[in-house]
T-cell receptor
C-alpha cells in the first residue's frame, strides 16, 4: 500500500473550520483515499473516502488535488467532539481483502 | 451504519492465562474481519485477516500460535491470546466489512483493553 504523510498534530478553535492535510505522492491510479478518525479509547470510525472528485457528506468534505498526490479533509465547523486522531489511508480498489493499514495520523485538538 | 461489537470491553488477567475476545457483526454478515492491536500513543497495527470458514492470514511478525483466531460464523470472530504475558497488554480492535467487494468503509468495534498482570 502506498504511504501517506500527515502532520503529527494540529490545533483548532471550536466552531472554526479545520483543514487536515495528507500527502500521498506515490498514490496509484486505483488507490482510494480513505479517512478515519479515532476518538480516545474507542475504535476508529469512518469519515469519508474518494477517488478523484471532491466528496461531501454529513461529517466532512474531502478535497483531492488534481494530480491526486495530496488531499485535505475539511471539518466545516469544529466541535469539541471532533478532537481525535485522524488517519488518511490509501487502499487499492483491487484489494478485495479490504484491509486498512494505518499510519500515525494527525491528532486534532479543539479549544473551546 | 453497520454495527460491530466487541466483548469484553476490558479484561484483566494473570500472566500465563488465556483470554478470548469476541467480535460480532450485529446487523450484517461479515465474511472477512480484521484484528488490530494498539499500544498507548501508537497507531493501529494490523494483526490478521479473519475469513469465515478458513484459516486466518497473519501479518508478518504476528505469532499465529500465540494469537488464535477463529471465524466460525458470518457474524462472529474470536481472538484468543494464549499464555498471556504483560507485554501482550494492549487495546485490541476488530473490524468488518459488510460487502466484500465494495471499496467502501470498514466498521470497527469499540475495542477490548487487555491488561496482563
Amino acid at each position: 500500500d502506498a504511504k501517506t504523510t500527515q502532520p503529527n498534530s494540529m490545533e483548532s478553535n471550536e466552531e472554526e473550520p479545520v483543514h487536515l492535510p495528507c500527502n500521498h505522492s506515490t498514490i496509484s491510479g486505483t488507490d482510494y483515499i480513505h479517512w478515519y478518525r479515532q476518538l480516545p479509547s474507542q475504535g476508529p470510525e469512518y469519515v469519508i473516502h474518494g477517488l478523484t472528485s471532491n466528496v461531501n457528506n454529513r461529517m466532512a468534505s474531502l478535497a483531492i488535488a488534481e494530480d491526486r498526490k495530496s488531499s485535505t479533509l475539511i471539518l466545516h465547523r469544529a466541535t469539541l467532539r471532533d478532537a481525535a486522531v485522524y488517519y488518511c489511508i490509501l487502499r487499492d480498489a483491487y484489494n478485495q481483502g479490504g484491509k486498512l493499514i494505518f499510519g500515525q495520523g494527525t491528532e486534532l485538538s479543539v479549544k473551546p | 451504519g453497520a454495527v460491530v461489537s466487541q466483548h469484553p470491553s476490558w479484561v484483566i488477567c494473570k500472566s500465563g492465562t488465556s483470554v478470548k475476545i469476541e467480535c460480532r457483526s450485529l446487523d450484517f454478515q461479515a465474511t472477512t474481519m480484521f484484528w488490530y492491536r494498539q499500544f498507548p500513543k501508537q497507531s493501529l497495527m494490523l494483526m490478521a485477516t479473519s475469513n469465515e470458514g478458513s484459516k486466518a492470514t497473519y501479518e508478518q511478525g504476528v505469532e499465529k500460535d500465540k494469537f488464535l483466531i477463529n471465524h466460525a460464523s458470518l457474524t462472529l470472530s474470536t481472538l484468543t491470546v494464549t499464555s498471556a504475558h504483560p507485554e501482550d497488554s494492549s487495546f485490541y480492535i476488530c473490524s468488518a466489512r459488510d460487502a466484500p467487494l465494495r471499496a467502501g468503509e470498514l466498521f470497527f468495534g469499540e475495542g477490548s483493553r487487555l491488561t496482563v498482570l
